[in-house]
């Protein structure tokens, strides 16, 4: 990798904090309540190390391609690593060795097994509930009328702790049509959050084309990849 690669990662994750600053403070929020996290899925090791200095976690989507990745990584690098894409039942173990937390619990299926592998590995996992705001049946997500039956199940896994939820908003550049599911996720996380009794403190919405949009819905972490690596091959 050449410096100028080097420089143009940390440009843009001086601008993107920028715009995070400028979009809190625009809704009376501050910027320090929201975590930045790299999405470095099909980027390499060297561009992941620039990110890792200045991004509050990094963001998986594949567990294969994680665990090549993991080889190549320094032990003396302590960023946390989230997986981020739809986890499969027969990946979860890999998946457990690999990542800190699981943001994309879709399923009571997924959820009973990442609760039992975790207690074969005594640990206690993060996880974020992942829901399909945007009624695209080709996003991954818990549907809106199943959250409360995964929350209930959730709530009972000793060796789940859960965190808060994630969504993914439609794919349109229709302010409302975005802000509308952004909207819809912050509800249910605070209605999650009174029947719980949980801090839930994590909102994970936010992709490169909508954060600005996602923090004044409430958005708590920003997942960003296009804007600070440049586009996906
Ligand atoms: C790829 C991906 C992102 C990052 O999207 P960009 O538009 O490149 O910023 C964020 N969240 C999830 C779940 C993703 O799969």
Redesign the pocket.
Known sequence: MVNNDINNIKNNIENIRRAIEESATACGRKASDIKLVA?T?THSVEEMLIASESADAL?E?RVQEAMAKKRLWPSTNRSQWRL??HLQNNKVRKALQLFDTVD?LDSVDLAMTLNRVSQEMTRVTSVLIEVNTSGESSKSGVALGKFYELLDRVLTCRNLSLEGL?T?GPLSENESDVRRAFAQARALSEKARALSALPLSILSMG???DFRWAITEGSTMV??????FGS?E
Request: glycine share 16%; proline share 0%; charged share 15%.
């Open positions: 999405v899925k963001g989507n981020l894409g994309s994630m993914i992709m490169s084309y997942r960003i990849g296009t804007a600070l996906r």
